[in-house]
């Protein structure tokens, strides 16, 4: 497997404009994550989903936020409108509950997003 | 609120040295933690777990500790390395059954050749 792909590895955008980022989770992993990453709060969960469901989305900061994952293959997140805020590297993670790394959650490579 | 926290956000350690970063969590009800390391441009990975019914977890040159009692844990690598230089992040698993991960803001570690 290739591991969590996400897409696109570096995006600038304006403030105001809409942004999504796009995942694949590892085939067969029911369980995605959305974090992101600052230097104030480190790596922060701001939603989860388990068998293509959102469980959690205590996490996410505005309405401006939302995400979702219409099939096991693949989740979006998505920020509308953009904020210099937003500003940030945002990392999909999934996790399998079954077998031997059934503890273990794998990142994919991260969007660096930038709004200017 | 953070509910993991890592104080240290940088350590600088000589190569062959002990390198030891610390974790603090508030949650008693934590049952399980991880420590993830992360190269730059690159995603977190996983390195090495323990749960709360442990006190210490072996893998080569890593070792986790955990104090349950002062809420406290530690990892220790021996010797440090070079390639060791990267921020780690400490994570903990919030009360069983709801699987996610809440993780600390990482400590960057820097290993002097």
């Known amino acids: 497997d290739a591991g969590v792909i996400q897409s696109p590895r570096h995006e600038v955008t304006e403030m105001g404009q809409e942004v999504t980022l796009r995942c694949k989770p590892i085939?067969?992993?029911?369980?995605l994550f959305w974090y992101r990453q600052t230097m104030m709060r480190g790596l922060e969960l701001l939603i989860y989903f388990n068998n293509n469901v959102p469980i959690d989305d205590s996490g996410m900061p505005e309405d401006r936020f939302s995400a979702k994952m219409p099939n096991a293959s693949f989740s979006t997140l998505k920020i509308q409108p953009s904020e210099p805020r937003d500003s940030a590297v945002y990392f999909c993670a999934s996790r399998s509950t079954w077998g031997a790394k059934s503890t273990e959650a794998f990142f994919g490579q991260g969007t660096r997003l930038t709004v200017v | 609120d953070q509910q993991v926290k890592q104080n240290s956000p940088s350590l600088s350690v000589q190569e062959g040295r002990i390198s030891i970063l610390n974790c603090d969590y508030t949650?008693?009800?934590?049952?399980?933690f991880l420590w993830y390391k992360k190269y730059p441009a690159e995603g977190p990975t996983f390195l090495i777990s323990?749960?709360?019914?442990?006190d210490k977890n072996e893998d080569g040159r890593f070792t986790v500790f955990l104090n349950k009692s002062a809420k406290h844990l530690s990892l220790h690598i021996v010797p440090s390395q070079p390639g060791d230089s990267a921020v780690y992040f400490c994570a903990a698993s919030s009360p069983s059954g709801t699987y996610k991960y809440i993780f600390g803001t990482g400590t960057r570690l820097k290993v002097l050749a």
């Open positions: 949650n008693s009800m934590f049952d399980y």
């Open positions: 085939s067969g992993h029911d369980y």
């Open positions: 323990i749960s709360s019914i442990k």
